[in-house]
């Protein structure tokens, strides 16, 4: 029995607010959308758009601004889903998205990406938020991540607990069991956020710190995936490791997929700080192509837990931690099982809006199913290869590059034959706007089906692990020895205590 397409409209007043496409005519090979605008339902307490929620989850301003922020949204002031629709945004906004934005206001609508926004227990998130206010040095983005933030399950490490915060909210929010917690800071100017924090932290920097902040931004800049680490560090009483990234460099990545290093980490549930524009466009991008791709490697059907598993695991494909004794070898399986719920508020809107796949399960039609950790709904994609070579097409560009570069040589095309197919596979047209459908070169990848599979894996391993082992290495010069001693030892205890 098929769930019904509008299941998401029956779980709003449990769940998420989002936005539902109406369908258009059908274009070639494919189903254009436009959003109409309209809640899945009335607001409820748990939205991130009620009042319960603190208004930097919202659109709005960041915390350095100085302009004034905007009240946040209430129940009241919010379309129902019977009210009239205001104006749409334009159709298909995944196609030809503006990465040159600069306000809440310019997002394809205005609650476009609320699905990014994962709900923690609001004293936890204050807490986590006295922790970014610590620093003077401007943070435009920033978001916690971890087994620190959310559980990951597994086994209760050897030894004694740690103490790794002296603040009461976070230690009862970790269950106890002290974990350092994992921040990333997206930041405007590197050298200038370096030089302020230089002033103010200097003990969380390692020995290169003396180099001064051209020195640091030279080696975050250039070096790995574009991200210095300073873990280790005290915080407000807590136990911290931040990554500090410039914008550029992390909406590079989560819309081409250049490294994958924090566009995977975002993949995964994370908890948003400090929000931006451009990040916020730049990472449904990202959550969009992570869908696409975990299609394409899926068979016709499958479950919600195989979908979730084959997105966290991306990431981790070609991590060299992975396939050393210093990562718990289930971490995928107990990332998925114990943060279900919330995998399905990143993906289940964007499933229910993707044309060629949809819930297939009664238990969807049941309001408390969004919720449910112990429901692993069915699915099922449409295999046409047309379909799945306009999935072809939209992965990220520099990402997609690399896989039409392997079946050039897998097909044994000739260079002349291949430049015609990738003229024909790029982006934008004569008119500069992004074509919709595949090409002839995109659907003999799609109908590929067993080749697929095996040449994304490669891909995907190959765009991961110069930049994670780069960074890695990186990480004795950031990190220094002593820390650098402490994190893999750390790491070699999961191991082990996860065998």
Not at 26 to 46: C, E, K, L, M, N
Not at 143 to 171: E, L
């Amino acid at each position: 029995m098929a769930a019904p397409r509008n299941i998401l409209h029956r779980l709003s007043s449990h769940t998420w607010p989002a936005i539902a496409y109406s369908r258009l005519p059908s274009a070639p090979g494919g189903v254009q959308r436009r959003p109409d605008t309209r809640f899945y339902a009335a607001q409820s307490p748990q939205s991130p758009q009620s009042s319960s929620d603190s208004p930097e989850d919202l659109p709005g301003l960041s915390e350095h601004s100085t302009s004034p922020r905007p009240n946040p949204p209430t129940p009241s002031t919010l379309p129902s889903p019977t009210s009239p629709s205001p104006p749409s945004a334009p159709p298909d906004w995944d196609e030809n998205p503006n990465f040159n934005i600069s306000a809440f206001s310019q997002l394809p609508h205005s609650n476009f990406g609320v699905n990014q926004h994962i709900l923690i227990n609001n004293e936890f998130k204050e807490a986590l938020r006295q922790i970014l206010w610590q620093f003077r040095a401007p943070i435009r983005y920033a978001f916690a991540y971890g087994s620190g933030v959310f559980p990951q399950g597994g086994p209760n490490p050897s030894g004694p607990p740690n103490r790794t915060s002296t603040n009461p909210t976070i230690v009862a929010a970790q269950g106890g069991n002290g974990k350092m917690i994992d921040f990333i800071f997206g930041v405007s100017h590197t050298q200038h956020w370096h030089s302020l924090n230089l002033q103010q932290h200097r003990n969380h920097y390692s020995a290169l710190g003396y180099l001064g902040s051209a020195v640091v931004s030279q080696v975050q800049d250039r070096w790995g995936a574009g991200v210095y680490f300073n873990p280790y560090v005290t915080v407000n009483g807590t136990l911290i490791k931040y990554g500090v990234v410039n914008l550029d460099t992390l909406c590079r990545d989560l819309s081409e997929w250049d490294t994958l290093y924090l566009a995977g980490r975002l993949q995964k549930p994370v908890k948003i700080l400090r929000d931006n524009p451009r990040v916020r466009l730049a990472n449904q991008v990202n959550l969009l192509s992570a869908l696409r791709t975990s299609l394409l490697l899926l068979p016709s059907t499958f479950t919600e837990q195989q979908l979730y598993g084959t997105i966290a695991g991306i990431s981790y494909l070609g991590d060299p931690r992975m396939s050393l004794p210093t990562e718990n070898p289930h971490k995928v399986a107990n990332i998925v099982r114990n943060q279900l719920p919330i995998f399905r508020r990143l993906y289940a809107p964007l499933v229910e809006n993707l044309p060629n796949v949809s819930f297939q399960d009664p238990r969807c039609s049941n309001p408390s199913w969004a919720n449910d950790p112990t429901t692993d709904a069915q699915l099922k994609q449409d295999m046409d290869p047309v379909k799945r070579g306009n999935m072809v097409q939209r992965l990220p560009k520099s990402f997609r590059a690399k896989l039409y570069s392997h079946y050039q040589r897998k097909f044994k095309i000739p260079d002349q034959d291949f430049e015609g197919m990738m003229e024909a596979c790029r982006d934008e047209d004569a008119t500069g706007i992004r074509r919709r459908n595949g090409g002839e070169l995109d659907r003999r990848i799609a109908n590929d089906l067993d080749g697929l599979r095996k040449e994304l894996g490669v891909v995907i391993k190959r765009t991961i692990n110069w930049p994670s082992t780069s960074q890695s290495i990186k990480g004795l010069l950031t990190s220094g020895v002593g820390r650098t001693r402490r994190y893999i030892g750390e790491k070699i205890g999961k191991w082990r205590d996860a065998k």
